[in-house]
Nanobody, 126 residues
């Protein structure tokens, strides 16, 4: 089970940190990632950590602003979001896929992800 939290309302230029806590499995055996879905748009990969090696993937739209990290001891993955823009407004989901996978593989096709948490809403006001 995955539980995402940390969303909220923030002004343009502000920051938020999302957390995704796992129960029932350990993240070190899974590729994990953050995805988002804005109203009327398809779900997209934001940032992912691979399980075949410690690669990370960032969508072009968030490079330099978002940072993904994990705390294996806490079985939690984080997404630090800085310099937020109105176009970052979306429901953010964390997801996981067991087995050995590169970060770009899991981030570029959300359909491969096996486990999903409930989303957390991020709203960036202009």
């Amino acid at each position: 089970q995955l539980q995402a939290s940390g969303g909220g309302l923030v002004q343009t230029g502000g920051s938020l940190r999302l957390s995704c806590a796992a129960s029932g499995f350990t993240f070190d055996d899974y590729a994990i990632g953050w995805f988002r879905q804005a109203p009327g748009k398809e779900r997209e990969g934001v940032s992912c950590i691979g399980s075949s090696d410690p690669t990370t993937y960032y969508a072009d739209s968030v490079k330099g602003r978002f940072t993904i990290s994990s705390d294996i001891a806490k079985n939690t993955v984080y997404l630090q979001m800085n310099s937020l823009k109105p176009e970052d407004t979306a429901v953010y989901y964390c997801a996981a896929l067991g087995g050995l996978h590169y970060s770009d593989y899991v981030c570029e096709d959300y359909n491969v992800m096996a486990y999903w948490g409930k989303g957390t809403l991020v709203t960036v006001s202009s």
